[in-house]
């Protein structure tokens, strides 16, 4: 068995041999030269467990560890590194650690404001006399993916005895198991759920390790079975050309630095995807790990990085750092299914050595994942240079004012697929035209043919502002790094709009797209485990869902500013929120949505067909009128009817402000946050930034788990309310 130990919290702290304060680690802070933390802890009764490991996630930029007297090493940036401390370890402790955040030859950068600190975790892992150093997992499907041949390869120390691996779906449900008496255990599994940006579906792989006869050390870690691979000019996934629309993205939060919050994380991975974006470029350093885990769960493509920007590589001490970084950045994340490729430098003064070398770390420690890097060469050193290295792809960083040079290297550069690792930047930010310019270019290279010059991707320069006090103008001012689509703070700006819609035409809309949600906010853990999908899809047609939705806003009487305004300047607002414009929240909850609500005029009856413990409606909230700008309190807007396929039924009143709000998130001037005690909110989205606001509610409706549900059905009280539904979900008996 494995036990953890946290020792983050409150340690001593002194900057260069100055006084001890005290400061929380985490921690993020601006650069003070050499600074010391020191910790003193006891260790956790662990008789079962007799190994322990000192474990640091992240520091920056350089660190020297001591624990009891005794050095322990050195730290790089951003990596995750380990110590066996089995022998060291006492009743009473004393963790001191040296950082260094200002002459590290790697780490500190030009191109964004530096944070020095230990920036993540900090614990101690306790095993059996026998553990786990690295795992590789492989699930090479077949060519019509229907099963997939699996591999999972242990490196332990410290004892023999066998090993034994499960795997799990997502509703727990035993998959395949085998067991090894080496280092490797093969199975096969028949029809696996594919892993894809739209449907990221995924398992858990368990591993338990024997010392002789007794556990000695287990764990698990989340799987997908993905199939990406370049065919041609493109890349593929699960056998469909897809383009690559990325970004750009820091691991930095406004003034907190490297110190993002679960939460953070999370909301700002849901905003890139709500933007349409379905690979992320982790830049110019390897990000949190939960960044990577989330991925996993959201469903976003990433690439990762040692950590370099405008570097001479002909520093052999900055080589040696950086390949040591990407070897461990591989290590530690080449089991994700969001992984795309590695990445092995951005923007360098190169040498062929560095560039040949990062590819071989990369290929030695993952052989199963591409490997290029971000490239700002010229056309003919790229042509040269990228097949010698072992590149699989070719980059470019077309930087200009015109998509002149963006034409010139997708026209040249066609012996591999080409992946624009950025482009944009002053360019394209705050000037509309000039970004649609450059955004019709990359969809007409494209959707060319593949007898034709074709682009396979596109990575936009960049995600969220960041401080920088070297820079001027177009691209910094005021001491802040402009050129993206996202303040520091993760509020949208103008650009985001921009982005989002003008590349909407790489997509072709379905009918009535599924969407799943993430209820973080409810009271209840909304998985797939308890729940189970309703169909909405034609209750009624789509026709007749816009029609009754024009209807009530031509209809709308009530004078609310700008929400009832049919023009508002020279748009027409009688589309509806449609949800493929941007969802709030995306994550675990199995229900289907309908991409136009259905408005409820009189009575709409869902087939639900299903023993059910209860339902969760997808809505509760009315339009025109609703809590809180419009309507009683609570004053019945609706009533729910559960029936059984017994002929007995329930009924449940929805009251205005209890249990509904209105659709609309702005009024007048403002953004604003309806709330219904009984109904929380399941997303956010809108049409643009500086138009139209939605909300959606979640409200739960008990049921009989003795009898089967035939159907819900919503009535309009008939108050001036018009009820919005989107979906449903059932929870399993």
């Not at 950082?99 to 500190?108: A, S």
């Not at 809108?686 to 939605?694: F, G, K, L, N, V």
Request: proline share 5%; glycine share 8%; aromatic share 12%.
């Amino acid at each position: 068995m494995r036990l953890t130990q946290s020792l983050n919290g409150w340690w001593d702290y002194r900057v260069g041999k100055g006084a001890f304060t005290r400061k929380k680690v985490p921690f993020s802070a601006l650069p003070v030269g050499k600074s010391e933390c020191v910790l003193r802890f006891s260790p956790i009764e662990h008789a079962d467990a007799p190994r322990a490991f000192l474990v640091f996630d992240g520091i920056t930029y350089a660190a020297k560890v001591t624990l009891n007297g005794q050095c322990l090493g050195e730290m790089l940036a951003y990596s995750e590194y380990r110590y066996d401390v089995t022998d060291i370890l006492q009743a009473e402790n004393i963790l001191s650690v040296e950082l260094f955040d200002i002459d590290p030859v790697f780490g500190p950068s030009e191109g964004w404001e530096n944070y020095g600190g230990i920036i993540r975790d900090v614990y101690l892992e306790y095993t059996g006399k026998r553990y786990v150093k690295n795992t590789l997992w492989n699930g090479e499907l077949n060519t019509d993916y229907t099963a997939a041949d699996c591999t999972l390869e242990i490196e332990t120390e410290g004892g023999e005895g066998k090993i034994t691996a499960l795997l799990t779906d997502a509703e727990g449900n035993k998959v395949a198991e085998g067991k090894t008496a080496d280092a490797k255990i093969a199975f096969t599994v028949k029809e696996p759920r594919l892993w894809s940006t739209d449907t990221p579906y995924l398992y858990t792989l368990s591993y338990t390790v024997y010392d002789g006869r007794k556990i000695s050390d287990s764990g698990s870690f989340k799987v997908g079975f993905k199939d990406f691979k370049l065919v041609g000019k493109r890349f593929y996934l699960n056998g469909k050309a897809t383009f690559l629309l990325g970004i750009n993205r820091h691991d930095i939060w406004g003034e907190q630095g490297h110190t993002m919050t679960e939460e953070q994380m999370r909301r700002d991975l849901i905003m890139i995807k709500n933007a349409g974006i379905n690979y992320v470029r982790l830049v110019h350093y390897p990000h949190h790990k939960r960044i990577i885990a989330l991925a996993d769960e959201l469903g976003l493509l990433v690439s990762e990085e040692p950590g370099l920007w405008w570097s001479d590589m002909n520093n052999q001490q900055l080589c040696r750092d950086a390949l040591e970084v990407m070897r461990r950045t591989v290590l530690r994340d080449r089991n994700h299914v969001s992984i795309a490729f590695w990445l092995s430098f951005n923007e360098c003064i190169f040498t062929l050595d560095y560039l040949k070398d990062s590819a071989r770390v990369c290929r030695e420690n993952d052989p199963y994942h591409m490997v290029s890097g971000a490239n700002c060469m010229s056309i003919e050193m790229t042509k040269e240079n990228f097949p010698i290295c072992g590149f699989d792809f070719y980059t470019m960083h077309p930087y200009d004012s015109t998509p002149k040079r963006m034409i010139k290297s997708i026209e040249e550069l066609t012996e591999m697929p080409l992946l624009f690792t950025e482009w944009g930047g002053y360019y394209c930010h705050d000037n509309p035209q000039n970004f649609r310019w450059f955004i019709d270019t990359i969809v007409k290279y494209w959707k060319n043919p593949d007898d034709q010059p074709v682009l396979a991707g596109a990575t936009y320069w960049f995600w969220s502002e960041m401080y920088e006090f070297d820079r001027s103008a177009p691209a910094c001012t005021e001491g802040v790094l402009r050129e993206a689509l996202v303040d520091a703070e993760r509020n949208p700006l103008p650009d985001y709009d921009v982005f989002r819609t003008a590349f909407q035409q790489l997509y072709t809309p379905e009918k009535d797209p599924a969407w799943a949600l993430d209820i973080a906010t409810l009271p209840i853990d909304l998985s797939g485990k308890s729940y189970q999908t309703v169909s909405v899809f034609d209750l009624v047609s789509a026709e007749a869902r816009q029609a009754a939705w024009d209807k009530m806003i031509a209809d709308s009487k009530v004078p609310i500013a700008r929400f009832h305004h049919v023009n508002k300047g020279n748009r027409k607002m009688t589309k509806g929120p449609v949800l493929n414009e941007e969802v709030g929240a995306i994550g675990g909850l199995p229900v289907a949505l309908s991409a136009t609500p259905y408005v409820v005029q009189d009575q709409l009856t869902v087939p639900v067909n299903k023993a059910a413990k209860g339902l969760w409606v997808i809505g509760n909230v009315s339009m025109p009128k609703g809590y809180p700008i419009a309507g009683e309190y609570g004053e019945t807007v609706a009533t729910y009817t559960v029936t059984y396929t017994d002929g007995s039924s329930e009924c449940h009143v929805m009251k205005n402000g209890e249990d509904f709000t209105t659709a609309t998130g702005l009024h007048g001037p403002s953004r604003i946050e309806p709330y219904a005690e009984n109904a929380p909110r399941v997303m956010r989205f809108r049409h643009e930034m500086a138009w139209e606001h939605y909300v959606v509610n979640a409200r739960y409706i008990p049921a009989n788990p003795e009898k089967t549900v035939a159907a819900l059905s919503l009535e309009n009280a008939g108050n001036g309310y018009l009820p919005l539904f989107y979906g449903l979900t059932a929870e399993k008996v």
